[in-house]
């Protein structure tokens, strides 16, 4: 199974941001494992850095350190390119948010099977199933509650 995770995802696994990071930590371990193909946006890896050089304010070699988060996410996440075509087919998507909208037509060009978010509302109007972390993990480990 293919999924794109949306940054929010990323940020509460890196941060360990409650009540999300078991969640996410999940999906991390079921990329780690080949149990899913996880997958981020060319865009979504520049943000991530951003992000990650923010929590490291303020630190020695902040920089440095970002990368060195960026390059693990590398070694566990394919990705996939944001192209020209993504923001073009993103303009025809009507779902209130343009951000969204490219994610949106990323995941359709890659191929994914579902957009992993903590706010999958985000992620309509979309051929693409948008899921929470919650309801992957779910299903991954086959924990119904």
Not at 92 to 112: K, L, Q, S, T
Request: charged share 25%; glycine share 4%; net charge negative.
């Amino acid at each position: 199974m293919r999924v794109l995770l949306d940054t929010n995802v990323i940020v509460d696994v890196l941060q360990q941001r409650e009540p999300w990071f078991e969640d996410g930590r999940i999906l991390f371990l079921a990329a780690a494992n080949h149990q899913i193909t996880g997958c981020l946006t060319a865009k979504e890896v520049t943000d991530l850095h951003f992000f990650s050089r923010k929590q490291f304010r303020g630190e020695e070699n902040a920089d440095a350190k970002a990368r060195t988060v960026i390059a693990k996410l590398l070694c566990l996440f394919e990705v996939i390119d944001t192209t020209v075509t993504d923001c073009r087919e993103a303009l025809a998507i009507p779902n209130g948010d343009y951000e969204d909208a490219v994610m949106i037509a990323a995941a359709i060009r890659g191929g994914v099977d579902c957009i992993v978010t903590r706010n999958p509302d985000h992620f309509t109007p979309s051929s693409v199933t948008a899921l929470s972390p919650a309801a992957l993990a779910e299903t991954l480990t086959g924990d119904a509650e």
